[in-house]
């Protein structure tokens, strides 16, 4: 099983193929449909995972609850732009224009916490809890992946 730095960076990975990809598709093709469906529903599973097993714990140290409310600010401001790329026609200059904001915020928010954010937290998951919260996190994360739609129809009552 993976360390839970382990489990994210590879996330972090495979959403920065799918950036790529995405990137380099145009117009509404099935190429773009099919990576940014893929896109949307890890992003969506990883970051709610991420904010249970992961920001609960660093939010329990005084200097991790900054960490952690920008982290899951940042996720807030990353799911809005997702959803408002869903709703907007993908052969849509505006489309791009607002994927390209996604694209560097996103990056920007990956970086951040495999540099910053993961040394901090290594002071409070040591190393001989690495592997359990990275089984807790896998394990959440399947369990939000199957949560997606139910959790946007329960938005759209708020």
Avoid: C
């Avoid at 959803?83 to 951040?112: Q, V």
């Amino acid at each position: 099983m993976p360390s839970i730095y382990d489990a994210i960076k590879t996330d972090h990975d495979t959403h920065r193929d799918l950036l790529a990809k995405l990137a380099d598709t145009s117009g509404d093709s099935d190429t773009r449909r099919q990576a940014w469906q893929t896109f949307y529903n890890d992003v969506k599973s990883h970051a709610a995972a991420e904010e249970e097993t992961f920001y609960s714990k660093l939010i329990s140290e005084t200097w991790g609850q900054d960490a952690a409310r920008h982290s899951v600010h940042e996720h807030q401001q990353l799911d809005e732009l997702m959803e408002e790329l869903n709703e907007t026609d993908m052969s849509s200059p505006a489309w791009l224009t607002r994927f390209k904001t996604l694209k560097h915020d996103y990056e920007h928010h990956m970086d951040e916490e495999e540099q910053e954010v993961f040394e901090r937290a290594k002071k409070v998951i040591g190393e001989e809890q690495n592997n359990g919260f990275g089984m807790r996190f896998e394990a959440r994360k399947k369990e939000e992946r199957a949560l997606i739609e139910k959790k946007k129809a329960d938005s759209l009552e708020d």
